[in-house]
C-alpha cells in the first residue's frame, strides 16, 4: 500500500530532550516537507526536500533540523525541545513539486 | 512572504445546505489551486485541484471555482452532508521554478448538521 508512515505517532517529552520524528514514504517521491499544524495557524511549512541531500527551510524552522540521506526517509529532529513546539507535525510527499502531496497520519508532539 | 487568506475560520450547514469557503492569495504567479480535506485524527488529503486555465471544476457534489481577477478561489460543497464535517485548507503554489515551499490557508472546520 502506497503511503506516508510516522513515528512515533504521540510523544510526550521534557524540556531539552533530544528526539527525532521519523517520516518514511514508499512511492519513490521526490518531495518530502515537514509541517506543524497549530489551532488557528493552519499548517506551516517547517522543512522540505527537493531530493537526496538537499534540504531547505520553509516558514518555521527555528529549533528543527531535518537530513535526507536516503529517498524515502526524511527525519526530523529536535535537538533541544521547547514548550513552544508542543504541536502537531505532519510529513507529506509528492512525486514532483506540481502535484497532490501524500501526507502521513501526524505526530502528536507535547513537551512540558 | 507569499499570503494566502482562507475565509471563513469555521462553518455550521444543515444538511442539504451549501457550504462555501474561500482562499484569497497575492501571489500572481500560482497556476495549481488545491483544496485538502482533514477529518479528525487524519492527515490532510486532497480533496480538488484545478488549474488557472479553466474557471470551474466539478467532482461530485465538491466544485471549485475560480476568480483570477480577484485572486481567489472557492470551494463549494451541494447537499452537504454530515460526513463532510471536517477541516479545509487551500494551498495555493507555483509548480514550475517553485523553489519547494509551500504555503497552507489557515484552514476551514465545517460542522454540518444532520
Known amino acids: 500500500e502506497a503511503q506516508v508512515t510516522q513515528n512515533p505517532r504521540y510523544l510526550i517529552t521534557v524540556t531539552g530532550k533530544k528526539l527525532t520524528v521519523t517520516c518514511s514514504q514508499n512511492?519513490?517521491?521526490?518531495?518530502m516537507s515537514w509541517y506543524r499544524q497549530d489551532p488557528g495557524l493552519g499548517l506551516r511549512q517547517i522543512y522540505y526536500s527537493m531530493n537526496v541531500e538537499v534540504t531547505d527551510k520553509g516558514d518555521v524552522p527555528e529549533g528543527y533540523k531535518v537530513s535526507r540521506k536516503e529517498k524515502r526517509n526524511f527525519p526530523l529532529i529536535l535537538e533541544s525541545p521547547s514548550p513552544n513546539q508542543t504541536s502537531l507535525y505532519f510529513c507529506a510527499s509528492s512525486p514532483a513539486l506540481e502535484g497532490e502531496q501524500y501526507f502521513g497520519p501526524g505526530t502528536r508532539l507535547t513537551v512540558t | 512572504q507569499q499570503q494566502v487568506k482562507q475565509s471563513p475560520q469555521s462553518l455550521i450547514v444543515q444538511k442539504g445546505g451549501i457550504s462555501i469557503i474561500n482562499c484569497a492569495y497575492e501571489?500572481?504567479?500560482?497556476?495549481?489551486f488545491p483544496w485538502y480535506q482533514q477529518f479528525p485524527g487524519k492527515g490532510p488529503a486532497l480533496l480538488i485541484a484545478?488549474?488557472?486555465?479553466?474557471s470551474e471544476k466539478k467532482e461530485g457534489r465538491f466544485t471549485i471555482s475560480f476568480n483570477k481577477s480577484a485572486k481567489q478561489f472557492s470551494l463549494h460543497i451541494m447537499d452537504s452532508q454530515p460526513g463532510d464535517s471536517a477541516t479545509y485548507f487551500c494551498a495555493p503554489y507555483r509548480g514550475s521554478g517553485n523553489t519547494g515551499k509551500l504555503i497552507f490557508g489557515q484552514g476551514t472546520t465545517l460542522q454540518v448538521k444532520p
Open positions: 512511492m519513490n517521491h521526490e518531495y
Open positions: 501571489n500572481t504567479a500560482f497556476d495549481y
Open positions: 484545478i488549474r488557472p486555465d479553466v
